[in-house]
């Protein structure tokens, strides 16, 4: 019997676990499967953790959730085909959750059968090699301290790549009087209350982390860009300046000639894609970006096409896409999708790479990976599911946030799934201080 071996039980390991379960149910015969994560339970970096540096057994934390997240897109963009809002939560709920209500769903459909059962929690990968016939992973038992050998026949690497930290140094750091930290650790934003925080980064961490910062009362939140500002109409109390050039005692000092006293500097700097258990030649190199190279339809590695990559771009879409990627995923391994000759391959890998070097701006990203994942989704038997809503109400709220980055979260939008709206939620966003999900959930009478 194939033998199929998962590493990581994140949203996408879970997609991974449920393309198997819907094929079983039609019928069809599937592979021995084993799912490997490092941490306790399942749920990838939406299982929120307190801890930051190492566990309990030594190993780095994975996770980089913090309080307070809440949805920064639409659910309706993200909402799996198979399983909708208003099935989980029984009604339709508004359209920016906070990340105990995704996790609840992101759970609800697993839950349901007996996937649990596949995964080894508290265990990490810590070698794969290919042998020329098979692969042979080994795999820690944390708990107990015990390292296993097993052999399979196909590998999905499904192990986030928003975990390991690119943390860069800036002159004056050592000297720096206040505390240094990546998001990565970034836990609570209560932590800053009446300080002056500094935040390097232009993306969608240093936004949030930003904004999170001036909603739970820092005293002043400076951004400083690298190469583009993000440019919001940052709210008073918040501004964006250019790129850090030093520290100095406990003064940021910028290039563009702006001095902040800070009492922390909040790295947001971004993640690497960080493969250390596996052997060079099946490593994925790359950058954050739309269309890593080497990956045909975005998921098979290209020198060798039983190592399935999952989730490894940088993401617009996320949980309906990794889906797509992991019912095609299991069509190959389950011998339904041939993988064509080597030269095709290569054309395929080529006309999407240099598709995304022309990408010039947000909407012309959107359309991108709308067009990939709507391609993924002709190939398999991924139900129903309207991307063309989800590609238009992408580029809405990428509107709605240049309109007024602390009102976008107030919006609503309709189901790609269901058709439902999502109804406004009881508290503005920038008021809702308690992101528990039964406020979240409890609508009080109008
Ligand atoms: C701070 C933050 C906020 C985000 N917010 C949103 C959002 O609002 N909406 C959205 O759609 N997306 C968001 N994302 C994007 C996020 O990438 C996806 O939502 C999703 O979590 C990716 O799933 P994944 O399974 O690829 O990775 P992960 O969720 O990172 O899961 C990977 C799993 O692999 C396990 N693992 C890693 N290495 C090993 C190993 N060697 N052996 C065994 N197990 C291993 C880990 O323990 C982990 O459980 C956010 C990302 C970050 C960092
Ligand atoms: N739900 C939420 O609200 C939420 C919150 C946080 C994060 N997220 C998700 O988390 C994921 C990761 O986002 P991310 O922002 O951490 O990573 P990212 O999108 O990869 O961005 C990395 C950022 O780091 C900057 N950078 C890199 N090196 C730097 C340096 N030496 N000095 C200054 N800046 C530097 C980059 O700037 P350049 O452009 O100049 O290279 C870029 O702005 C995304 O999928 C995002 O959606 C979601």
Redesign the pocket.
Same mark, same amino acid.
Do not use: E
């Given at each position: 019997m194939t033998k199929v071996a998962i590493?990581? !039980?994140? +949203?996408?390991?879970?997609?991974a676990l449920r393309s198997f379960e819907q094929a079983e149910k039609k019928g069809e015969k599937i592979p021995e499967i084993v799912c #490997?994560?490092? @941490?306790e339970d399942?749920?990838?970096?939406?299982?929120y953790s307190w801890r930051t540096g190492s566990d309990q057994y030594g190993d780095p934390v +994975?996770?980089? *959730? /913090?309080r307070y997240?809440?949805?920064?897109?639409p659910k309706e963009?993200?909402e799996f085909a198979d399983y909708s809002f208003d099935e989980h939560f029984g009604k339709p709920i508004p359209s920016f959750p906070p990340?105990e209500v995704?996790y609840d769903y992101i759970l609800g459909r697993v839950k349901k059968g007996n996937l649990k059962d596949k995964i080894k929690f508290r265990?990490?990968?810590?070698n794969v090699i290919y042998n020329g016939n098979n692969f042979e992973v080994t /795999?820690r038992d944390k708990k107990n301290d015990k390292s296993s050998t097993d052999i399979f026949d196909y590998v999905v690497v !499904?192990?986030? $790549? #928003?975990?390991v930290p690119f943390i860069p140094e800036y002159p004056g750091m050592k000297a720096f009087p206040g505390r240094i930290l990546h998001? $990565?650790d970034f836990r609570d934003a209560e932590e800053f209350k009446d300080k002056n925080v500094v935040v390097l980064g232009s993306s /969608?961490?240093a936004e949030?982390v930003a904004l999170q910062c001036h909603k739970y009362g820092a005293k002043s939140v400076t951004i400083a860009y690298r190469h583009n500002p993000m440019g919001f109409k940052w709210p008073k109390g918040m501004k964006e300046v250019f790129h850090l050039d030093r520290l100095e005692g406990n003064k940021a000092i910028f290039k563009d000639g702006h001095v902040q006293e800070t009492d922390a500097v909040i790295l947001c700097t971004g /993640?690497l894609h960080h493969? +250390? #258990?596996l052997s060079e030649d099946l490593k994925l190199k790359t950058g954050n970006r739309l269309y890593p190279p080497k990956l045909y339809k975005g998921v098979v590695w290209q020198n060798n096409h039983k190592l399935i990559y999952?989730? *490894?771009q940088d @993401?617009f $879409?996320? #949980?309906n896409m990794?889906d797509c990627q992991a019912w095609f995923a299991r069509d190959v391994i389950m011998g339904k999708i041939k993988v064509p000759d080597s030269s095709k391959i290569e054309k395929d890998i080529n006309k999407w790479v240099s598709m995304e070097e022309k990408l010039e701006n947000a909407d012309q990203m959107i359309d991108f990976q709308t067009e990939y994942t709507k391609e993924l989704h002709t190939l398999s038997d991924y139900p129903k599911i309207d991307f063309e809503l989800i590609r238009k109400t992408f580029k809405e709220w990428e509107h709605h946030k240049v309109e007024n980055i602390m009102t976008y979260r107030n919006k609503s939008f309709s189901s790609p799934v269901t058709g439902s709206v999502g109804p406004k939620h009881h508290t503005d966003w920038e008021t809702a201080m308690d992101d528990s999900l039964k406020t979240f959930l409890d609508q009080p009478k109008r």
């Open positions: 590493i990581g !039980a994140g +949203p996408c390991g879970l997609s #490997f994560d490092k @941490q399942w749920g990838g970096l939406w299982n +994975p996770n980089s *959730m /913090y997240l809440w949805s920064n897109g963009c993200l990340r995704l265990t990490s990968v810590t /795999y !499904a192990n986030g $790549h #928003f975990s998001s $990565h /969608y961490s949030d /993640y493969f +250390p #258990f999952l989730g *490894m @993401q $879409h996320t #949980f990794f």
